[in-house]
């Protein structure tokens, strides 16, 4: 699929059901028992606050907040720079993509190049892996994703299109002018780790009700 029909994707995405298959019985399966019982009912009582937001309803917005406590910083680099010079920013921060800004207008990003891209380009077309622009291995006008976009929906994105790097923007306001700000870069990485913190936490809630040590 053509990377500007991945682009309209994003928010029709966002609506989607992903259902999942189940070979149990629903008749078969007791409605109700006393543990899941209790839980409920504390659950009821006492609702996750504001910030516990569940991952099926993370907005990427509140994924780039969580990656602010680390010191999130857009990395970039010009299309006129030496690919090398990407290669051992990428080195240096220990990240797997830099974003790249057009060498006519250094305020806007034109593309994306990522270790995966580089090692690609070089077998390809046989470029130099030093002395090449960057503008001869990164990926023009990538798929983006807006920061309103659920968490969820930009997972299965980049797993069903095989990328993992998905910058983020601002929607525009209605009656502004100017360009829509690219806010953020998000990896399938970050995703993963925010969705398995919140399994874990969420596994140890329910066995502190199971064994009996939660404090009511």
């Known amino acids: 699929m053509p990377l500007t029909e991945l682009n309209r994707r994003g928010s029709e995405m966002d609506g989607e059901d992903f259902p999942m298959e189940s070979d149990t019985d629903e008749s078969s399966v007791s409605s109700s028992t006393p543990v899941l019982d209790a839980i409920d009912s504390n659950l009821t009582a006492n609702p996750p606050s504001n910030e516990e937001i569940v991952f099926e309803e993370m907005r990427l917005s509140d994924i780039l907040r969580q990656k602010e406590r680390y010191g999130s910083t857009i990395y970039s680099v010009s299309s006129n720079d030496r690919i090398v010079s990407a290669t051992e920013l990428m080195a240096h921060m220990n990240i797997g993509a830099v974003l790249v800004r057009d060498a006519k207008k250094p305020t806007q990003f034109s593309g994306i190049v990522s270790t995966r891209d580089f090692v690609k380009k070089i077998q ?25 976009e659920t968490a969820l929906s930009c997972l299965f994105l980049m797993s069903k299109h095989n990328f993992r790097h998905l910058p983020v923007r601002e929607r525009k306001e209605k009656g502004k002018e ?3 700000k690219t806010v953020g870069l998000v990896s399938i990485g970050d995703l993963v780790r925010v969705m398995l913190k919140q399994y874990r936490q969420s596994n140890a809630y329910l066995r502190e009700y199971i064994e009996g040590n939660y404090a009511h």
């Open 124 to 148: 390809e077309k046989n470029l130099h892996p030093t002395n090449s622009p960057v503008s001869e291995f990164m990926t023009s006008s990538p798929v983006f994703a807006y920061s309103d």
């Open 178 to 180: 100017g360009e829509e």
